[in-house]
């Protein structure tokens, strides 16, 4: 083909494509969208179950209105059996978008057990079957390296406080959580409590707090019976929390009980979920792509799990920072 005939040619696909509309939407794919977080903490279950829709325009909250499951029956697996849970429905919690209730199945009492596997089942005439599974994170153990020093605060001018974690090999994450319980004596005994941060820093007379947050027990090495993660919660932030609580009620007038230490365990699938919601780990980053993550086989949402652990280290009634 010579030169002259070529771009005439090459012009002429470009009109019939320019005569195709482009649509920003992509193909709607009906699924059924499932939620539900299982903890031992609790005897019973609840399922979020409703269905992915096609909004009239490009504004999903222009949607109003959630699909009818008629016929909708969810059951959740273990090693004892399969329990059907019970269809019902509460109150929305937008009420200004939504003018229905809001579809939930339940159980009770169901016990959920560390390190056992479960595995919800939503079926829906109509709809591809949504199935997921968890295993709930298994008994860890949980100690403070260095608990001998907490009664005597000055200590950690030069050292932290070390939380040492040794989790079972279900748990993808864990936070922990430490608190100062002490009881102030007037004008009537009351209990109160007071978070110590992971790090304090004051410029200008003014603090500015950084609490933990959900880590992954990888960066530690591969989670085992044999793995420990550890902790490391900034000595002059307990100071810090001694100096306020003494400093706000007077130091004769506060009973220090105990420091109390708090633990999650994060299986997985509700680990991996948390950050995607949550964004990149990198404040700085200059991604704007908005990911997205479902363990639901043949729909989506998330089905995880969740332990809490405690362990307390008493203090002396009194305390002189």
């Known amino acids: 083909m010579g030169r002259r005939a070529f771009i005439p040619a090459v012009l002429a696909m470009l009109a019939l494509g320019c005569e195709e509309d482009f649509q920003p939407k992509g193909k709607f794919q009906q699924a059924l969208v499932v939620y539900s977080v299982l903890t031992p903490d609790a005897d019973s279950v609840f399922v979020r179950l409703h269905a992915a829709y096609d909004p009239p325009s490009f504004n999903p909250f222009e949607h109003t209105s959630e699909p009818s499951l008629t016929g909708a029956v969810v059951t959740l697996t273990y ?37 056992r596997p479960y595995t919800l089942r939503a079926t829906v005439p109509g709809y591809p079957t949504a199935t997921a599974a968890t295993t709930v994170p298994g008994n860890p153990t949980v100690s403070i390296l260095n608990a001998f020093a907490l009664s005597t605060p000055r200590l950690f001018d030069t050292q932290d406080v070390i939380v040492i974690v040794r989790p079972p090999p279900e748990a993808k994450g864990f936070l922990p959580r430490l608190f100062v319980e002490y009881e102030v004596q007037t004008p009537s005994p009351r209990e109160e409590r007071m978070e110590v941060p992971y790090d304090v820093e004051t410029v200008d007379q003014s603090a500015s707090f950084e609490y933990p ?38 130091i004769t007038n ?28 990198d404040p700085y980053t200059i991604r704007t792509d908005r990911p997205d993550y479902s363990n639901v086989l043949g729909g989506v949402g998330v089905f995880g799990s969740f332990t809490l652990d405690s362990i307390g280290v008493d203090l002396p009634s009194f305390l002189n920072n």
């Open 79 to 115: 090693d004892s059996g399969t329990v059907v849970l019970n269809d019902s429905t509460v109150a929305h919690p937008d009420s200004s978008r939504y003018g229905s209730s809001m579809r939930i199945f339940y159980g009770t009492p169901i016990s959920i057990v560390r390190g």
């Open 213 to 250: 947050r959900l880590t992954p027990i990888e960066q530690f090495g591969t989670p085992s019976n044999t793995t420990s993660a550890m902790y490391a919660f900034r000595g002059t932030s307990y100071q810090y929390v001694i100096r306020s609580i003494t400093g706000t009620y007077g």
């Open 254 to 281: 506060v009973h220090f009980k105990q420091v109390k230490l708090y633990v999650n365990l994060i299986d997985e699938p509700l680990y991996n979920y948390y950050f995607i919601v949550n964004g990149f780990l």
